[in-house]
């Protein structure tokens, strides 16, 4: 993630808390260093954005009191459900689009009042999914994956094939298929030039390639 998403999300993720959160909590999520938070921060300030630090128990960075956001129509209860949907998807490890899933949840939640996230928190510890979690897959190879077929770039991947091979790969994604505890990249092969099927949890590694960088056909 580039620094100017970064500050959006970031701004996202303050909006949708009523309470203080740490420099360390957020450094953690956006997984850069505790400087580079307090930069950030300070760059959301000089913007405009009114952020406050409150110290001691409970405190951290918060967005001012005062700070008016834009009506949403969503009631705490439909907002339990869209979220409890998300935590459901990302916890399940199906969707290799987990931070673009959170940065929404971020925005329902902070469109609520706080008595309505009050609510929201209380009906949310009474929902339960059970599933089959999907096996897991690096956070760097998610965000690769997301970008890669989000943007319509091509990726280059470490596939292993077996416990013993892996092999690299040059391909465009076409599509997804989510199954009950497995991921499938529908994807076309631009080295071989067929298609070809791809399990999310086999990847090892992945890089998007930048525009140009494609070998000549």
């Known amino acids: 993630m580039n620094r ?4 959006f ?4 993720a303050l909006r949708a808390r009523r309470t203080g959160v ?8 956006f997984g850069v260093t505790v400087r580079t938070i307090y930069r950030d921060l300070a760059t959301l300030q000089d913007a405009g954005l009114p952020l406050r630090a409150d110290r001691g128990r409970g405190g951290g960075y918060a967005l001012d009191k005062s700070y008016q956001l834009p009506p949403i129509n969503l009631t705490a209860r439909e907002a339990a459900l869209v ?3 998300g935590r459901m998807a990302r916890e399940q490890r199906l969707l290799p689009f987990t931070d673009t899933l959170e940065s929404a949840l971020d925005k329902v939640r902070g469109a609520l009042s706080t008595s309505a996230q009050r609510e929201l928190l209380s ?3 009474q929902l339960q999914f059970v599933g089959v979690p999907a096996l897991p897959v690096t956070p760097a190879v998610r965000r690769a994956i997301e970008t890669a077929w989000f943007e319509e770039r091509a990726l280059r991947i470490d596939y ?9 790969r040059l ?6 298929v989510c199954d009950r505890a497995q991921t499938l990249l529908n994807c076309v092969d631009l080295e071989l030039g067929e298609d070809r099927q791809f399990r999310l949890d086999r990847i090892i590694d992945a890089t998007v390639v ?3 960088a494609l070998p000549a056909a």
């Open 123 to 125: 009906l949310l510890d």
């Open 160 to 168: 292993r094939k077996n416990d013993y091979t892996s092999v690299p």
């Open 83 to 85: 979220c409890a949907l």
């Open 22 to 29: 740490t420099a360390e909590t957020l450094a953690d999520r």
């Open 171 to 176: 391909v465009r994604i076409r599509g997804l």
């Open 9 to 12: 999300a970031l701004a996202e």
């Open 4 to 7: 100017k998403a970064r500050l």
């Open 210 to 212: 930048e525009a140009g």
